[in-house]
Structure formats: structure tokens, C-alpha cells
């Protein structure tokens, strides 16, 4: 094993607990690229691999040289120092980290094990996505191998409730939790759990995974220990992640035609009190009174952190500062002119909220209710999202309707009975640019369909959300 | 400007403020690795990117293709989908980071600008060695941009103290700060500031450094900005970081044959308490007496954190669990037995002293000095590393016996007066696997030296220190 893969690259050819340093040369080796260990890539790991192998960054050179164009006269930097064996940037981790447990896990004692690793990982998209498909993206990872299959499963279900969880109590977005078909599970998984967000576009987003390997990746890697019976067996694995694209999602969730719209908990700046100073003898007794409230709301908490409050005191232009402030989607915004500051008023304004609306209350009025005006902020935005998710999922029945749905503009999802095989599923997927996000776990929020699937007619109780994706 | 280089694909062709998706082809250009725009790598920026070039991982394919060998059967994965130019993994983001400052000033109101971002960079080593050096490795690395050099400056030296008062406030470690020359600085540079640490083989490690990097990249970048007189003007930026690095840097200052030392700021567990439990029926008495006295530490506090305590009740052999935090290098060990319960005592062990030392202590009189014992430990870690690096520095007045110093095992530093052009001073450095480490900053800790270069025997006020390094 090699500090390189230890950090993150993926060799191709090596089998990843094999011992010795990297083989670099500067020449061409005998066979371009060939993977003299390529023991690695059978299995069920290859299952993995080749999940992956269209969207990989492949290095295959360790140095740039400078030539001089003969044509142009012009300096030009080009590869060289060509590998004997090619490289690919990590896509996901398991590999490395699979490497690590098999070296740390003798007995049952050594398990559980977890580790989570915030990294950056790569994968060539060809249509890149500000925050939802990048090339480069970075997220957390979670690993963990267990004694039992038991175990493991419920690993796996624990880090998807902590999914749809943060996503309904810090970002306000509603999830529908389920599972993924075979077809669109993680390559080398037994089990994906997904949970599916729908923005505003009514496309659908996959905002995290959670997936039970089995003992796919233990059996490959060897991660083996001897049991409380004395035999040798191997682990049970899963692993899990989100990552920058639920930042995408946040946007694509809530904002408007006017900006960000942010959700308190992951607010930077909960409250911004922008100082209305139009004369200059009361200006300096308005900023202390912005001062001054921004240090007692300080005081105040919002699920159990004290306050983020800013004070603008910027010397620019009222309005220019406002919708700065609106663009960028803090929650409350609060003025406070000369006049307020002898009635003891404030003006709060709220991203949930028109622009124009604005309501003036008395000021311990206010830092009394600031953090209850939060959670009402918070509670539009999931209500107001969820509402216009479970508006645009339609039960779908039979297969004309479910044709023709997909022709409008932003179709919203169809949920649907489902018993078709995996190569129908794909080919329903194909024609209309669909997929199955996933099977819904419960069906508590959902329309109530019928038990016929709607390709083969058959009874099921399997029922699939269909939708377009990012 | 395109997704993949906002999230850190150094693109080599393309200028990275040129707009436009980035191009890709699986077919093979009509040009290998043609950079039809390289505009970007001339100017000043030409001597960051040839500054980098030997150690640059180069993407030129983004997907693999399974192949059966015609002779053996097997299947292999082969790069496949060959891009129409090559991209290079961030080795630093100077030219990201400075195609967003050009994009985001306009005028002298804009600045100054700080970025720090957190980020895993990729220089190919052919000589990976762990912690130290590493083909990808995690670092901080911050950005700003000024609008006059003073204040630019000034911002390089504030990062370069902020470095040394971290190793030595939170590591324990005693550097010497100070300038690289014209040779050692960052490629596209005017002055690279540097905080050198010696380990206990004598080695140097350049643990953080800071740039001023003048208007070399906002030249080369367009980061402009309409000043106060109402002219165009170029930006003047600076960078700096420190990168896990210090991780190998602060085992090696610090650690014994026994294991791991670690300084009590950054120890993950400052105090680990273990239980001695010999019979049963005391068992649980103890176990009680070892939380409730964790508990109580936890209330009070070293630096303004509260006290990191950890009971091991594991149920292992007590050797076996006295090593373990021994080798973890846990600042202080507390056991507790049943006879300790009566007579109200602990026995402390130390980190910093011989493994048989021990001293029986009042409980309370214990819980009272905790804290205090913490900054002992920290004090006797940075007297000790001060005092061997002190002991391995020595002045050098005359070329023969700097010479002859390098044919030494484990040689310490050289310190001398220095005059001589960065030729010589490659010549030198080749010639005995030196560098000069740095022209320290103050002379107060470092031996007294005549005033006449030691190669050329011009006056100088200019010391150098000449050091091997990882």
C-alpha cells in the first residue's frame, strides 16, 4: 500500500493492499497502460470500477515540459513523464478505505469501525452544473464494516434518517426517503437509500445516499476477522454521503425571483440591522442603537446558538444595502431610523415575505419574539415546499396517461405500481429521459394509486416515483 | 469561466478568464495536446506554472474502457476518451482564486479581499513520504488582494507570524522565521516568508509560508480596479498556508521510541484515566470514582477549552490499555484503584517524563493543578525542542569547515554570513544536498557569526541558514 492511494488516488492495476512504491518511469513502458496486477478489478469490485469507468479523470503523465513551437515561434507546455501505470483521481473511496480497514480488522473486537472523511472527489461530467454536477466536488464520506448483516443495515437506515432529517430541520426541504432500484443502485451496493428533493423546476435531486455493501467490497478487499466462533469471516460493509450539491439543491428549493432565500439554521447572518441615517447630527446615535440591539439579540438563541446578527453600518446608499441583503437571503432584515429611536420601534422585514411588506413593532417586542419569528421562517419554507412538491405528484395508473405526461413542460414526478424488470425500467428511462428516483419507503405522503403495475398489468405492491433529474 | 476550474482543474490552455464550457472530444485532436490559447502561460505567470511543472498530475483522458487481452483472456480497464487538452490538477490556486478576484473587483472599494480556502492540492512526488511529502495533501491556503503594496506586505507578515505563534502557542515547536532566497521562493513570487522547524534527525521542515506575491498575478490576471484617483490600477496580492505537513512535522519534533508525543493544546484526550479494577467486588466503585473524577475536570479548563478527558473502561489487561495511551501520546495518565478510593489519591503519570515516573497525588490538590500540569507540558515539549535545535545550529565562518560539516551523520544547521549569487548558491546547495533554509528574520536565538560571506568574503550583513530538509 502507497502513501498515494492511502491519500486518495485510485490505482488501476495494482491491487490496493499490495506492498511497494508506486512504479513511475519517464519512458514508455512495453504496453501502453497495461495493468500488470489487474487481479483487482475481478470480483465483484469490478462491478465497482466499471460503475464508475465513464466518468473518471485519468492521469497519465506526472510533469509538464515546455517545447517550443517550430511553426510559431510560440512556448507551449505539454505532458511528459508518461506513468507505466495510469492513474484515476478517486470517484469514491471505497477502494482506499476498504484497503485500511482490511489491515485494521483482525478480530470481531476491532469492529464496528467508522470513519468519515470530508474530501474532494472527481468524477468527468460532460455537462457540468454549478453545484450539482461539477467535476470536482466536495463531500463527506462516510465507511463503516460491522460483524453482521444486522448491523450494517441498520448503519445504513441510521445515516438515511440523519439525511432526511437535516435536510427537513436545517435546510427546509422536504425529502421523500426510499430506495433505489437495481438499476440506478451504487455500483457494487446490495442496497441504496436515497433521499429525492424536488425543486422548483420540478426536477428531482438526489441529495443523499446511505448503501448497504454486504460483504461485496469485504470479499474483494479482504476485510476479514476471526469471529466470537473462532472461523474466519468477513465484514459487513456500507458506506454514505452528501455533498456541495446540497448547497445546489438549497438554492434550486427556495429562492425567488429577488435571490437567495435561506433557511435561519444555515443563515450566516440570521438578522441584518441596516442603520437609516439620513441626517448627519442623528447618525452616530442611530449606529449605537443598531449596536446596541445587535448585542442584546446576541444574547438570544435559535436552536441552541446564539443569534448571528450583523450590523451594515456601510456608508453607501439605503437601498443598494437592502437588496444586498435580500439577494444574499438573509432571513430577517431589520431598520432602525432617528424617529424609531424615540418611539422605541423597529421595522422588520422578512425573506418569507414580499418585499413591500414590512410590519413596525415595538423594539422588546421584538428581541422577545426574534427567534419564534426564525422557526415561523423556517416553517414557511418546508411548508411552503412541501405543498408544492405534493402538488406536482401525480398517481398514474395506466401507461397512456403516463406517456403523455411527459411531454409538458416540467413535468412534476408520477408515482406509479411498478413490477417491470430492470431492462424495462430502462427502457421506459431512455424514452421519456426519466428515471425511478426511488421506491418510497412510505406511502403516508403520497397519492394513492391502484396495485396493477402500470407496464405488465401485474399485482404489486411495489410502488416507483418517477421524474426527471439533475 | 467554466465549473470544473471554479472548483480548482487548473486548465493549461485555455486563459482561465476566457468564457465558454470547457472543450472535450473522445476523438483525438487533429494537435496532440494543442494549447490553443496559451496566452495564459506567458508574462510572470509562465515562471508559476514552469515553477510547478515537474510535478504536475495531468489529466488527458476522462473515462476507461473495459478490453479483453487478445493472449490471456482477461479483461483490463484502458484509458479511453482522450480530452482535446490536458488538465492539471491544482498543485495551488493562485490562478483560480485570481480569476475570481479579477471578476469581482471593480474599484478601490472592493478591496482588501480575503479567501481561505480549505483544499486537497496534487504535487507528484517520485519520493512519497508520509505526512511530509505526498502526492495530494490537505491544506489552508488563503488569498488576498490589496490596493498598495504596504498593505500587502503588511498581510504577508502578519500570516508569517500567525504560523510561528501557532507552532509554537498550539505545537510546541520553536521555528526560526525568515526569507527564502531568490532561489527557494514560490514560483511567480517577490518575497516568500517561511517558519523553519528542525526534528529531532536535524533535518529542516519548512512548515508554513506566506508570499507577497506583488502585481505579478493581478498583471497576468487583469485583477484591476479603478483607485482612488480614478485610474486603472493592478491589484497586489498575497498568499499563504500551512498544509497537514505539520502533522508529520509535529511527530517527528516530539515523538519517542515509545510513541506519540503529543503537545496538550491539540491532543485529541489530555487526560486519560484509567480504572485498575484487580477484583470484582471493588469493580464498579472504581469504575464510578474514575467518571465522577472525569466529570469534575471537565469543568475546568486549559487555554479556554474545558478540560479533554477520557475513562477507559474497556475491559483489557491494564498494561495492554497503559501503552496504547502511552503510544497515543496522551499528555497525562491517571489510575485509580480501590485503595486510592480510600486515601483520597491518584497517581499521575507524564507524557513529557521517563514511563516509570509516577507521583501519588490528593485528588484534590490533582484537579486544582490539572491545568496547570497541562502547561508544564506544553512549556517542557517547547524548552526541549528549543534547546536540541539551538544545540544543532552552529555558526560557520570559514568554507573549509563548511564543507567538511556536511560529510557528518545527521548534520545540524550552518549558519553564516552570505553574499553570494543564486548560482553559487545552487552550486553549494547541490554539491552537499543542502538549502539555505531561510535569511532568518532576528538573530537574538542564533549563534554570533564575523560579518564576511563564507564563499566570497564580500562584508555582508545578509545570514543564512543552510540546512538538509525533508
Known amino acids: 500500500m502507497h502513501g498515494d492511494q492511502a491519500l486518495g488516488l485510485w490505482d488501476l492495476g495494482t491491487h490496493p493492499t499490495a506492498a511497494g512504491p508506486p512504479i513511475q518511469s519517464d519512458r514508455p513502458p512495453k504496453r501502453l497502460f497495461s495493468t500488470a496486477h489487474s487481479a483487482f478489478l475481478f470480483g465483484k469490485e469490478a462491478e465497482h470500477a466499471e460503475g464508475f469507468a465513464t466518468e473518471c479523470a485519468v492521469v497519465t503523465h506526472h510533469r509538464l515540459e515546455a517545447i517550443k513551437d517550430p511553426v510559431t515561434g510560440k512556448t507551449k507546455m505539454i505532458p511528459a513523464g508518461e506513468l507505466a501505470e495510469p492513474y484515476v ?21 476491532d469492529l464496528p469501525l467508522l470513519i468519515n472523511q470530508w474530501a474532494n472527489v472527481m468524477r468527468w461530467e460532460m455537462r457540468p452544473r454549478l453545484f450539482l454536477r461539477t467535476a470536482e466536488f466536495l463531500w463527506q464520506e462516510g465507511h463503516t464494516a460491522h460483524e453482521t448483516k444486522e448491523e450494517a443495515i441498520a448503519e445504513t437506515r441510521l445515516m438515511h434518517r440523519q439525511y432526511e432529517e437535516f435536510l427537513r430541520d436545517h435546510l427546509a426541504i422536504p425529502v421523500i426517503p426510499g430506495e433505489k432500484t ?44 476471526t469471529g466470537r466462533d ?26 425567488d425571483d429577488d435571490g437567495l432565500v435561506l433557511p435561519p439554521r444555515v443563515a450566516t447572518q440570521q438578522i441584518v ?17 443598531c449596536q446596541a440591539l445587535a448585542e442584546t439579540l446576541r444574547h438570544h438563541s435559535f436552536q441552541g446558538d446564539p443569534l448571528r446578527v450583523h450590523v451594515d453600518s456601510r456608508d453607501l446608499n439605503g437601498g443598494v ?6 439577494k444574499k437571503g438573509v432571513p430577517i ?17 422578512r425573506r418569507d415575505q414580499a418585499v413591500s411588506e414590512k410590519s413596525f413593532t415595538d423594539k422588546g417586542e421584538f428581541i422577545q419574539n426574534a427567534s419564534e419569528i426564525l422557526a415561523e421562517i423556517h416553517n414557511t419554507l418546508l411548508t411552503r415546499s412541501t405543498a408544492f412538491r405534493n402538488s406536482n405528484i401525480s398517481a398514474c395508473n395506466d401507461l397512456d396517461s403516463f406517456h403523455a405526461h411527459w411531454s409538458g413542460e416540467n413535468p412534476g414526478w ?6 417491470g424488470t430492470p431492462e424495462q425500467e430502462d427502457a421506459l428511462s431512455k424514452q421519456h429521459k426519466i428515471t425511478i428516483r426511488c421506491l418510497p419507503i412510505s406511502t403516508d405522503d403520497l ?24
Chains 1, 2 share one sequence.
Open 89 to 109: 483521481i478517486r470517484p469514491t473511496s471505497e477502494t482506499i478505505i476498504g484497503a485500511a480497514f482490511a489491515r485494521w480488522t483482525e478480530s470481531y473486537r
Open 182 to 225: 437495481e438499476n440506478e443502485r451504487f455500483p457494487g451496493a446490495d442496497m441504496t437509500l436515497t433521499v429525492e428533493a424536488m425543486v422548483q423546476d420540478r426536477k428531482a435531486i438526489q441529495a443523499g445516499t446511505s448503501h448497504y455493501l454486504g460483504q461485496n467490497f469485504s470479499k474483494a478487499q479482504n476485510i476479514s476477522f
Open 230 to 255: 473462532g472461523t474466519v469471516q468477513h465484514a459487513y460493509t456500507t458506506s454514505w454521503g452528501v455533498s456541495t450539491r446540497l448547497i445546489g439543491t438549497l438554492i434550486m428549493a427556495h429562492s
Open 273 to 289: 440591522i441596516l442603520p437609516i441615517t439620513p441626517k448627519e447630527d442623528s447618525r452616530q446615535a442611530v449606529l449605537d442603537a
Open 321 to 326: 444595502k437592502k437588496w444586498e441583503w435580500i
Open 333 to 349: 432584515r431589520v431598520e432602525i431610523g432617528p424617529k424609531d429611536i424615540e418611539s422605541r420601534k423597529v421595522c422588520v422585514q
Open 414 to 419: 408520477l408515482f406509479t405500481p411498478w413490477a
Open 447 to 470: 397519492p394513492a394509486t391502484g396495485s396493477k403495475c402500470i407496464l405488465t398489468g401485474q399485482e404489486t405492491t411495489t410502488r416507483a416515483i418517477w421524474g426527471r433529474s439533475y
